[in-house]
């Protein structure tokens, strides 16, 4: 795991954030998320998106490794 993850505790990376943080903790658009990630998009409402923290970081994680 990264030093991002290991840095939070469990409770916090299982937290649901709203699709716009996890865009900004991927590094990624939220048309990007919904497109290519939408396996880990946790429908919260009619028109309500979020992603785990843990998903989101780690796919900051893959981002800079394929970089």
Do not use: Q
């Not at 990376?13 to 497109?35: N, Q, T, V, W």
């Not at 880990?40 to 780690?58: D, E, H, T, W």
């Amino acid at each position: 795991m990264s030093d991002t993850l290991e840095g939070l505790s469990r409770l916090e990376l299982e937290r649901i954030a709203p699709l716009s943080e996890a865009a900004h903790l991927s590094g990624l658009s939220e048309d990007s998320l919904k497109r290519n990630h939408r396996d880990k998009i946790i429908v919260l409402g009619p028109r309500r998106l979020g992603m785990r923290v843990r998903n989101a970081l780690m796919l900051g994680d893959e981002k800079e490794s394929a970089s």
